[in-house]
């Protein structure tokens, strides 16, 4: 049995039997971690409130060779959640981008660039209402360091590169924007003026979309792009969803 020291965000916690939880970490130098809390519903004392989800938490934990599940010893609070519990729209896009995180990556492969971006964002909700912008960089971020970052900058099919008023057709099926030419051969969404140029302003967070109609195309051409490509139903956004956009 191995001791090992990590930080970690809390993805989510749930009761096993009637003193124990199961808390799932994405921890910065080991990655997605499955781990069980001795005696975590039964005493408030030894934990402390530290292992509630979206907690930045400095962690403890035993590990036995050829087991999945490791054994909390400690934590301690680095960065609490409070703030986000006071919106819908906090709550939902912070379990949004955990469910994000846990369905998108493997247990133990690191991610440090992935861990700073959650990280991030729940920093960033903890203090405000994300706006749909900010929950799209995060999206197009994340994205991005896991590999499947759609390509809004030049034809994905020809290469050619092109002005934003040329930058009006998107394939889901080829992950990016089409110049006029390749557009007539191949199945594409044709995008309101202004689409990809407010696309572009919330990757690098210089604001967003003029006006909502934008926003919700924006939405779509996410949801269709995923689908198409990761093939993940997230639970937590079809929430976000309902109660959010």
Known sequence: MSLHKDEAIVLSKRACGESDRIIHLFALQAGKVSAIAKGAGKSQKRFMNTLEPFNHIGVEYFEKPGRTMVRIENADLL???NGIETSIRRACSAAFFAEFVDR???????????????KEFIDLARTRDPAYPDILHYQL?????????????TCVCCGAKMEE??????SRERGGILCGACARSLPHKRCAEGLIPGFLAAKAMRGGFADTSLEREAQEIMEGFIIYHIDVDFRSYKLLKKLVF
């Open 79 to 81: 960065g609490a959640n």
């Open 104 to 118: 998108l990556t493997k247990e133990r492969e690191p991610h440090e660039p992935l861990f700073n971006a959650l």
């Open 141 to 153: 971020l994340m994205l991005d360091i896991l590999g499947y970052h759609p390509n809004f900058d």
């Open 165 to 170: 008023r040329q930058r009006l057709h998107f």
